[in-house]
């Protein structure tokens, strides 16, 4: 007989049920084989007088297990585990560690370049950042009145449902004039798909625009994630050089010769990751390569907002008489990474074609979400916003380069930025970032994945360096740590 009584235990501090705890358990019992099929189960009164419970509560378990087919009611004999129930093969009972997470019983296919190392934050490290807002700016008050807002209107329950998958209309609306004032546009909401951020943009794109085989152009320093986007497509990346005019044209016009070109990726405003701005004739000569050997130029603008020393330069897409710029940017960087949404901008035909992919990807946004950043948008606070932010990175920006300039200009070149949110930072030989990595965690700063900076293998020593997430006390502490680091690095060489 079965030792019913010491192998369940029923704790009722917990805010399960108690014939839940049961019948669970007993599950596990029948799924271990130490109930074979065809066991009797003892009767509802006894097990409840040995576990100390109400009969109804072995009587709610019972039916509980009848119900998910675990047990049989044989009448005037009682109940029994289901005699129909195959054996469940035994894991190998060497492995100490019999958890789900740990067991894998099928195949799959694993893309090694997607991996990449993730910093596990720990408290009082610094992180080296490519360039993030510090969500300590983020318009939360604002932002939440206007989602509680929206979320009181008698409408809103239409918008609970599933919606557009191009996106909430309204948003589509309000984006289509805002960005045709602020960026030179001449769209309708028919340009627009409403996407999770500007890494869905791209993605979306390249599954429309690349298959196997496929050649893309990018910079020989690139935004590594649309990298690990495009190879992922299958395509072939070719790389082409970058100055401090952007990418260089007569490189790219070359290979326009040589091979068939589907696509362009370009970061126009601010290079990812060298923030250099593309000329306005490397702008123009671009477009006048696409038209003549009709590839797409996929135009990220992700920190469109951010300029220091000028206003913001007119998009590409602004530019384009021939429908070959697909435009991608978003909200995530202007107000804050979590709010993932950002916008994908093209001819109408492509646009439909990314909306019927999305179906199958994503379905649709957060609709209410999208609302409130219609209002936040159309109201005027994002403009507000980005006013207010902008003086304050600026000022983290000359902070950070004066410190960098006075501190370290033994070990570091670089160029003051003229808009974005990071640093490009050059390191002097003999130095290399494997040792400042190294050496820069005794001092709790955290260098991170500083070789994704030069996928192309060009040896250039440069990394990213953000400050727009530092406040000046926190500038000041990493430069500190930064300048601790190099000091024993100067004693090695």
């Not at 299958?234 to 970058?242: G, L, M, P, S």
Request: one cysteine or more.
């Amino acid at each position: 007989m079965f030792p019913f009584k010491t192998s369940l235990f029923l704790d009722r501090s917990c805010a399960q049920p108690l014939y839940v705890q049961l019948s669970n358990q007993i599950i596990q019992l029948i799924k271990d084989q130490k109930l074979p099929s065809k066991t009797k189960l003892p009767g509802t009164r006894a097990l409840s007088e040995d576990l100390g419970v109400h009969r109804k509560t072995v009587v709610a378990c019972y039916e509980e297990l009848l119900l998910q087919g675990w047990v049989e009611s044989i009448p005037k004999k009682g109940t029994f585990v289901n005699s129909s129930l195959p054996d469940f093969v035994p894991l190998d009972f060497v492995k100490e560690d019999r958890s789900f997470k740990n067991e894998r019983g099928f195949s799959f296919y694993s893309n090694e370049f997607l991996n990449r190392k993730i910093n596990k934050q720990n408290e009082n490290v610094m992180y080296v950042n490519d360039g993030i807002s510090d969500t300590r700016l983020t318009p939360v008050n604002e932002i939440a009145r206007t989602y509680r807002r929206i979320a009181n209107r008698a409408s809103i329950f239409q918008h609970l449902s599933y919606g557009s998958t191009f996106g909430n209309e309204k948003l589509r609306e309000v984006l289509a004039e805002y960005l045709n004032t602020t960026r030179g546009l001449h769209i309708t909401k028919e340009n627009i798909l409403i996407t999770r951020g500007s890494q869905n943009g791209i993605y979306l794109s390249s599954q429309l625009l690349l298959k196997k085989g496929d050649v893309i152009v990018v910079g020989k320093t690139n935004y590594i994630s649309a990298d690990l986007t495009f190879l992922h497509a299958n395509a072939v990346i070719e790389r082409v050089a970058v100055d401090e005019c952007g990418l260089v044209m007569e490189e790219l016009e070359r290979l326009c010769k040589k091979k068939s070109i589907k696509a362009v990726y370009v970061t126009s405003h601010h290079h990812h990751p060298s923030t250099v701005t593309m000329s306005a004739e490397r702008r123009i000569h671009l477009l006048n390569l696409a038209k003549k050997y009709g590839f797409a130029i996929l135009e990220d603008d992700y920190d469109y907002d951010f300029n220091y020393n000028h206003a913001p330069i007119l998009p590409l897409a602004s530019h384009d008489t021939n429908g070959n710029v697909v435009y991608i940017g978003s909200v995530c960087k202007t107000v804050a990474p979590v709010f993932r949404v950002g916008y994908l901008i093209a001819n109408p035909e492509f646009i439909n074609e990314a909306a019927n992919l999305r179906r199958i990807v994503d379905r649709q946004g957060d609709a209410l979400l999208e609302l409130t950043f219609a209002d936040f948008i159309q109201s005027g606070e994002l403009d507000s916003h980005i006013r207010k932010v902008i003086k304050v990175y600026k000022a983290r920006r000359d902070l950070f380069c004066e410190l960098l300039s006075n501190e370290l200009s033994n070990f570091f070149e670089f160029e003051i930025p003229k808009g974005g949110m990071a640093v490009w930072l050059h390191l002097k030989e003999p130095y290399q970032w494997k040792a400042v990595a190294k050496t820069g965690r005794k001092h709790k700063l955290e260098i991170g994945d500083y070789e994704r900076y030069d996928s192309a293998n060009t040896n250039h020593n440069c990394i990213r360096v953000g400050f727009a997430s530092f406040n000046e006390i926190e500038i000041k502490e990493f430069i500190v740590r930064l300048k601790l680091t190099m000091r024993n690095l100067e004693k090695d060489v």
